[in-house]
């Protein structure tokens, strides 16, 4: 790890806005060293027992941008969180952990039905990822949000962008069908101008 960003200034006030002192000052350190025991105990700290959530969130955190990949269900956990800073963090601290398993499991997130609601990071994610089943996902995502009856106009406003990034010839129909609402016209205009 090594690096004084191991927990970026953002998420370190909030977590330690929820944390007793003493423990977030040991934790945050252990987060900065680069060495194998403090990522064994930062390891630790994600399947021992009755630990607090911010206690997961910096371990995982920490472990995810050090690419370590025991990390790697706990921050998965934490992009599924319906509290959105523990998403975006955890999302970071994903895409920086390059574990080939994450695009499946953004994939997951973000085309389950029941949670489009806490969908945004998901999506980001997956666009931000690139893999070969970001643009599928989030085409069928956003048409099933432009159906609605719920719209989520930030998830789907994500989708757009995130089809835009990708560049997938594929998500023309759908970006047409974007462009038909307000909400989504200029960044619907922005990502067909970048197919």
């Known amino acids: ?29 252990l987060a900065r060293q680069d ?70 499991a953004a994939a997951a997130l973000a085309d389950n039905e029941l949670r489009t609601a806490y969908a945004l990071h998901p999506v980001r994610l997956l666009a931000a990822l690139r893999a070969p089943s970001s643009a599928p996902v989030l085409i069928r995502v956003l048409d099933r949000l432009l159906a609605g009856p719920v719209h989520h106009w930030p998830v789907a406003r994500a989708c757009v962008e995130g089809l835009g990034t990708l560049g997938d010839a594929r998500a023309r ?3 047409l069908a974007a462009r038909e609402h307000p909400q989504l016209r200029a960044a619907a205009d922005e990502a067909l101008r970048r197919l």
């Open 35 to 104: 060495t194998p025991a403090a990522r064994d105990a930062l390891a630790a700290e994600l399947t021992a027992p009755a630990r607090p959530l911010w206690a997961r969130e910096l371990a995982a955190c920490a472990l995810g941008r050090a690419g370590d990949r025991r990390a790697f269900e706990t921050l998965v956990f934490l992009l599924n969180h319906r509290d959105p800073p523990r998403c975006a963090a955890a999302a970071r601290a994903l895409l920086l952990l390059d574990d080939p398993r994450t695009a499946r």
């Open 1 to 29: 790890m090594g690096r004084a960003d191991a927990v970026d200034g953002e998420q370190a006030a909030r977590l330690r806005a929820e944390a007793e002192p003493a423990e977030f000052e040991r934790l945050l350190a």
């Open 173 to 175: 129909l759908v970006l």
